[in-house]
């Protein structure tokens, strides 16, 4: 099976910034996309960024310019760099993943979440 741990969460002021960080580990050949994912009290979870095994990254236009994802595949780690921090970023952080668990099979996992709290 597929484990994710995820760090780097916590309660910082408008225009500061965090780091987040999400380590796969277990059963896997490989790790395909590797993502963040947030959801706001209320609101419906929402793609953050994403990476490709290309390196490749996609954000969601809110957080373009302020955020950077980036992957370590030798540690098959993602990080999400995030700056300029709003108000409205404050949610519940997930980290998303599509493991090639073999050469036909592919399974996507999910964090536990982490909270990310911006004062203004």
């Known amino acids: 099976q597929v484990q994710l741990v995820e760090s780097g969460g916590g309660l910082v002021q408008a225009g500061g910034s965090l780091r987040l960080s999400c380590s796969a580990s277990g059963i896997f050949v490989s790790i395909n996309t590797m993502g963040w994912y947030r959801q706001a009290p209320g609101k419906q979870r929402e793609l953050v960024a994403r990476i490709d095994s290309l390196n490749r990254p996609l954000y969601e236009d809110s957080v373009k310019g302020r955020f950077t994802i980036s992957r370590e595949n030798a540690k098959n780690t993602v990080y999400l760099q995030m700056s300029s921090l709003k108000p409205e970023d404050t949610a519940v952080y997930y980290c998303?993943?599509?493991?090639?668990?073999?050469?036909?099979?592919?399974?996507?996992?999910w964090g536990q979440g982490i909270l990310v709290t911006v004062s203004s």
């Open positions: 998303n993943v599509l493991a090639q668990i073999s050469t036909w099979t592919t399974r996507e996992v």
